[in-house]
């Protein structure tokens, strides 16, 4: 069973470029989510989604666009990166109801911006 | 507005040691409340989650965590540390049914043989 699957798994930009974090899962989950986790920091929310066609901004959504064209998949896009987005990046999902909270996480993407 | 500090950023016991983490959270309304773990280079998998039933909560791997409303406290304890705990955890808090999770700094658990 793959669960939420991230890609790629590294990758090294250079200022100014643009790149999209891949993310996919096979749970059928209505909800999905985009996090950064940054030393000392815990996980901050960048933007989420409950079903596809519908996004919303998270807690640090600047720099990032997302999209959710189907229930399967949840792209993250940077534009123009910048040093700052240094971070590694974790999809994840749930199912609604009283499970809500229960997400289950990719295995991350570590990008480094030079 | 709702967040979560877990005090201490590193926890250091002997293996078969009890095992003490401490999470408070702030929240104007009733929180659900979590622990997830990582293990390094993987995701996040939860342990256990309090969502307004019991306030004693038991998880996987023998972890359990007691919800006190009258001390904001969530704290996760397991009565003997075992090397394979060592980890870094994260209590996260939120809305009921909602899925955005707030979480904490986390905290780094190291096991001693």
């Known amino acids: 069973n793959a669960g939420v699957t991230q890609t790629p798994k590294f990758r090294i930009l250079k200022i100014g470029q643009s790149m999209t974090l891949q993310c996919t899962q096979d749970m059928n989950h209505n909800y999905m989510y985009w996090y950064r986790q940054d030393p000392g920091m815990g996980l901050k929310l960048i933007y989420y989604s409950v079903g596809a066609g519908i996004t919303d901004k998270g807690e640090v959504p600047n720099g990032y666009n997302v999209s959710r064209s189907t229930t399967e998949d949840f792209p993250l896009r940077l534009e123009l990166a910048a040093p700052s987005q240094t971070s590694v990046y974790f999809c994840?999902?749930?199912?609604?109801?009283?499970?809500?909270?229960?997400?289950?996480f990719g295995e991350g993407s570590r990008l480094t911006v030079l | 507005a709702q967040s979560v500090t877990q005090l201490g950023s590193h926890v250091s016991v002997s293996e078969g040691a009890l095992v003490l983490l401490r999470c408070n959270y702030s929240?104007?309304?009733?929180?659900?409340l979590f622990w997830y773990v990582q293990y390094p280079n993987q995701g996040l998998q939860l342990l256990l989650k309090y969502t307004s039933a019991a306030t004693l909560v038991k998880g996987i791997n023998g972890f359990e965590a007691e919800f006190k409303k009258s001390e904001t406290s969530f704290h996760l304890t397991k009565p003997s540390a075992h090397m394979s705990d060592a980890a870094e955890y994260f209590c996260a808090v939120s809305r009921k049914g909602t899925g955005k999770l707030i979480f904490g700094q986390g905290t780094t658990l190291q096991v001693k043989p």
């Open positions: 929240s104007s309304v009733p929180p659900y």
């Open positions: 994840a999902s749930s199912s609604g109801g009283r499970d809500t909270g229960e997400l289950f």
